[in-house]
């Protein structure tokens, strides 16, 4: 893909692990159920559906499900709102699917204002000190992952992940992730119940954590 020079790029999307049949989730069927108009169906790429995998884009949304996971990811810039609803309404009317776990999800491709800058991040992230009395060249920040537990429900986490982007120039890569275990019994309402509730919260509490880092790092030059 090529970069796009000076512009942030945000996408959202929502993870579901279980156990599906990927045959059902075609565009038609989500026209049919009310989930999403006709118009856009009708205008929708579909790159497979088959019983290992379905896979379609339409112009808000791209749907991706196998046999152990549902994805359904937001377009890059396009509101976050309607993937919640979508995603919603789908296991509304999918109520007995077996659901073992979900991911809420943000990304984002933010460019810094010169070359310098973009460095500055990386080494303020990951100093480099101890790299170079052992390695040529400049040691530089390939990825970093920092996980921490939240404080509820039991078992949730909160994750981010950083690297250099592939998208934009003198870019830097945000990834967070909410991860959040089904409950012992009704995992699917208890987990839909999260993501009506979460779902606002964790892409501005995201982007909070993403602007931190990145103010943080500037400053603590």
Known sequence: MAERASEIISSSNIV????????????EWFARQGLLPQAEVDAAEVKVIAQPISHFETERFTVFVTEQQFIAASKPDASPAPLRDLVSGTFFILEHTPVTAMGLNRQMHIPMESEAEWHQIGDMLAPKDC???????????????????????????????????????????????????????????????????????????????????????????
Request: hydrophobic fraction near 35%; aromatic fraction near 8%; proline fraction near 6%.
């Open 16 to 27: 579901l692990l279980g156990s599906f049949n990927p045959k059902i989730f075609q565009p």
């Open 131 to 221: 790299w170079k009395e052992v390695l040529e060249g400049r040691p530089g920040l390939l990825t970093m992952t920092i996980l921490t537990n939240k404080s509820e429900p039991q078992g949730a986490q909160f994750r981010i992940k950083v690297e250099p982007s592939t998208q934009v120039t003198n870019g830097v890569y945000f990834e967070t992730n909410e991860h959040y275990p089904g409950a012992e019994k009704e995992s699917l309402q208890s987990l839909m119940e999260i993501l009506n509730r979460r779902w606002e919260e964790a892409q501005n509490e995201a982007e909070r954590v993403i602007r931190h880092v990145l103010s943080w790092a500037k400053r603590a030059k």
